[in-house]
């Protein structure tokens, strides 16, 4: 994943995210910050919940919300790169990995 920073403060980071087709992040969650997708093109696939088992796949226009805490990982299932805005608010650590979600 290609992140370009638009704006950070103490609080928030903004930003654009290109993913590359067939990418697939590691588990992780974001600590104690909360995250605000907007998909600009191409294909998203957010993986979460018990033992990874709920799936949402977004597309362009499509706006997508990571609680704090959540364990998940993306993925871009297309055949073309994945543009993606986020912005994303809290404090602490902004990415921990995990071995992955806690099982169902």
């Known amino acids: 994943m290609d992140r ?15 993913t590359e087709a067939g990418a697939v992040s590691g588990w992780h969650h974001h600590g104690e910050h909360e995250s605000v997708i907007y998909v600009l093109s191409g ?22 919300h990571v609680p704090k805490g ?3 990982r993306e993925s871009n299932p297309s055949a073309e790169a994945a543009d993606i805005i986020v912005v994303r608010a809290g404090t602490g650590e902004s990415t921990v990995n995990t071995d992955g979600p806690a099982p169902g």
């Open 4 to 18: 370009q920073e638009a704006f950070a403060s103490e609080g928030m980071w903004s930003g654009f995210v290109r």
């Open 70 to 72: 959540a364990v998940h």
């Open 43 to 64: 294909a998203l696939r957010m993986e979460f919940g018990p033992g990874g088992s709920h799936t949402v796949d977004a597309g362009p226009g499509d706006f997508l």
